[in-house]
């Protein structure tokens, strides 16, 4: 990219920032998350020197206290192939696939994101995108009449759409173009007040999916929820309600441990807000619909598809011995059941449950030549050092449970249907990436890069397997 263009990470920047400050405006309860996740995350450090250390090694400390993600629901393959056009424009690239029709919610998402370390550490924002499976709709006539509203609308604005041609013509934007640009695209983000339906119509596509009225029934895919990182989200749970917010009950995801995995979420009750319909001889109707809410996360390391099994299998055996509503037996259950998964980054490395970020130590690198040596041996040795990968993805059970205590009522039955992964590729013109392949990589080039800075002509693969 030429140097007269401004760098994606850049307007990724400028855009976080521009719908922070958009989503404060609208939904002053999530000012008052951030407050807290600030506050909560200024005491965490202060006591936790050891944690300090870590962050700053990973590049981390200046990506708390700033959203780390947002979340948006479209509605036909024509606005997801946009929307990457939207985000590639910010250095955001869809990875991984979701299938939340197993949990009762008809879409499926990718999250777009950024994906080198360069690009995390300058703004880790990302947009977990959802896309509605109308064919999911049972109701033939009804699905018809969704399909022709949405065939209808254009989420982007002719000023939007001009600067992704000039950027996809030019290989850039310029500093005014990318203002114009996020100014632009925030539009599609913004809320509306006036619905594009009237209150019956409303009604049916709520009656077949509270999520489908919300994707049907307005202009735009209004951004639902964004998320700040914190790091210790059972003080942000519970002060919560010290601040007015009420939270949902159960944090999703694994249970608080010493060393964090995956990924743990929670969020507040979305708003009930007064929408207008239009009504049958050209009055506006006045109704009420809940979307917008507020989400905190605190994210740990990145499993292997090993350690990965393990949690997926941990969790469903709690979920199936206590149900996830029975907030202190669900999370008793979960800190039992987890107790089968190591919480000691020792022995998760050992055996394979995690993915690490090798370094050499300042000994290493003073030392004239390293002994030759397994991971293990060179780590003991003091040459070799590792910290967790950090988790960049999302889970879907979790993702589930986080959209369904928004969307009011209790979780749907499974849609007997299979996931889709071949059609939302093709929706979204690219096969979304795998992000287990990208730990890898990261893992293999930070061992690479470790062997050569120590002098060691070792084949980081091959330490790796053993
Ligand atoms: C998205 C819910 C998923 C998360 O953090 O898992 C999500 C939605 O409600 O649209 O954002
Ligand atoms: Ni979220």
Redesign the pocket.
Same mark, same amino acid.
């Given at each position: 990219m030429q140097a007269q263009y401004v760098h994606p990470d850049d307007i990724r920047s400028q855009f976080s920032q521009a719908m922070s400050a958009m989503y404060r405006a609208e939904v002053p309860q999530y000012g008052t998350l951030l407050e807290l996740v600030a506050d909560s995350n200024a005491d965490v450090l202060a006591q936790n020197a050891g944690l300090q250390a870590l962050l700053e090694r990973r590049g981390e400390t200046g990506r708390l206290n700033i959203e780390y !993600?947002g979340?948006?629901?479209l509605g036909t393959a024509a606005e997801l192939s946009g929307m990457r056009r939207v985000f590639a424009v910010m250095g955001m690239q869809p990875v991984g696939y979701y299938d939340l029709s197993v949990a009762g919610v008809p879409v499926h +998402?990718t999250a777009f994101r950024p994906i080198d370390d360069a690009a995390l550490k300058r703004n880790p924002f990302r947009i &977990?995108t *959802?896309l509605l499976r109308l064919e999911l709709i049972e109701d033939a006539a009804l699905r018809a009449e969704a399909e022709q509203i949405l065939a209808a609308r254009q989420i982007f604005t002719p000023g939007a759409l001009a600067l992704l041609d000039a950027h996809d013509l030019q290989g850039g934007l310029t500093k005014e173009q990318a203002t114009q640009f996020v100014e632009q695209v925030l539009e599609t983000f913004r809320w509306h007040q006036q619905a594009t339906v009237s209150d019956a119509q409303y009604q049916h596509l709520h009656d077949a999916h509270r999520l489908i009225a919300d994707v049907v029934s307005f202009r735009g895919p209004h951004i /639902? !929820?964004l998320?700040p990182r914190t790091l210790d989200i059972d003080a942000v749970q519970a002060g919560m309600p010290l601040r007015g917010i009420v939270p949902k009950a159960v944090i @999703?995801g694994p249970p608080r441990r010493a060393c964090p995995i995956l990924l743990r979420?929670t969020s507040f009750k979305a708003l009930q807000e007064t929408v207008l319909f239009s009504g049958a001889d050209g009055q506006t109707v006045q109704g009420q619909h809940t979307a917008r809410f507020g @989400?905190v @996360?605190q994210r740990g390391a990145a499993l292997t598809p090993q350690g990965r099994q393990r949690y997926d299998e941990l969790l469903n055996a709690a979920r199936s011995h206590v149900p996830a509503t029975n907030t202190p037996a669900y999370t008793k259950a979960l800190q039992d059941i987890f107790k089968d998964l190591p919480d000691d980054w020792d022995a998760m490395r050992e055996q394979g449950l995690a993915y690490f970020r090798y370094s050499a130590t300042p000994a290493g690198l003073a030392a004239q030549a390293a002994p030759a040596g397994s991971i293990g041996e060179l780590l003991a040795s003091g040459l070799l050092q590792c910290d967790p990968i950090l988790y960049e993805d &999302?889970?879907p059970v *979790? +993702?589930a449970g986080? &959209?369904q205590s /928004?969307l009011g009522g209790p979780a749907g039955a499974a849609y007997a249907t299979r996931s889709n992964r071949d059609q939302f590729a093709e929706a979204l013109g690219q096969q979304p990436h795998d992000e287990l392949a990208l730990y890898a990589s990261a893992e293999l080039a930070s061992l690479q890069q470790a062997l050569s800075d120590l002098g060691l002509h070792q084949d980081a693969a091959a330490l790796l397997q053993s």
């Amino acid at each position: 990219m030429q140097a007269q263009y401004v760098h994606p990470d850049d307007i990724r920047s400028q855009f976080s920032q521009a719908m922070s400050a958009m989503y404060r405006a609208e939904v002053p309860q999530y000012g008052t998350l951030l407050e807290l996740v600030a506050d909560s995350n200024a005491d965490v450090l202060a006591q936790n020197a050891g944690l300090q250390a870590l962050l700053e090694r990973r590049g981390e400390t200046g990506r708390l206290n700033i959203e780390y !993600h947002g979340a948006i629901r479209l509605g036909t393959a024509a606005e997801l192939s946009g929307m990457r056009r939207v985000f590639a424009v910010m250095g955001m690239q869809p990875v991984g696939y979701y299938d939340l029709s197993v949990a009762g919610v008809p879409v499926h +998402a990718t999250a777009f994101r950024p994906i080198d370390d360069a690009a995390l550490k300058r703004n880790p924002f990302r947009i &977990f995108t *959802s896309l509605l499976r109308l064919e999911l709709i049972e109701d033939a006539a009804l699905r018809a009449e969704a399909e022709q509203i949405l065939a209808a609308r254009q989420i982007f604005t002719p000023g939007a759409l001009a600067l992704l041609d000039a950027h996809d013509l030019q290989g850039g934007l310029t500093k005014e173009q990318a203002t114009q640009f996020v100014e632009q695209v925030l539009e599609t983000f913004r809320w509306h007040q006036q619905a594009t339906v009237s209150d019956a119509q409303y009604q049916h596509l709520h009656d077949a999916h509270r999520l489908i009225a919300d994707v049907v029934s307005f202009r735009g895919p209004h951004i /639902n !929820h964004l998320t700040p990182r914190t790091l210790d989200i059972d003080a942000v749970q519970a002060g919560m309600p010290l601040r007015g917010i009420v939270p949902k009950a159960v944090i @999703e995801g694994p249970p608080r441990r010493a060393c964090p995995i995956l990924l743990r979420q929670t969020s507040f009750k979305a708003l009930q807000e007064t929408v207008l319909f239009s009504g049958a001889d050209g009055q506006t109707v006045q109704g009420q619909h809940t979307a917008r809410f507020g @989400e905190v @996360e605190q994210r740990g390391a990145a499993l292997t598809p090993q350690g990965r099994q393990r949690y997926d299998e941990l969790l469903n055996a709690a979920r199936s011995h206590v149900p996830a509503t029975n907030t202190p037996a669900y999370t008793k259950a979960l800190q039992d059941i987890f107790k089968d998964l190591p919480d000691d980054w020792d022995a998760m490395r050992e055996q394979g449950l995690a993915y690490f970020r090798y370094s050499a130590t300042p000994a290493g690198l003073a030392a004239q030549a390293a002994p030759a040596g397994s991971i293990g041996e060179l780590l003991a040795s003091g040459l070799l050092q590792c910290d967790p990968i950090l988790y960049e993805d &999302f889970l879907p059970v *979790s +993702a589930a449970g986080i &959209f369904q205590s /928004n969307l009011g009522g209790p979780a749907g039955a499974a849609y007997a249907t299979r996931s889709n992964r071949d059609q939302f590729a093709e929706a979204l013109g690219q096969q979304p990436h795998d992000e287990l392949a990208l730990y890898a990589s990261a893992e293999l080039a930070s061992l690479q890069q470790a062997l050569s800075d120590l002098g060691l002509h070792q084949d980081a693969a091959a330490l790796l397997q053993s």
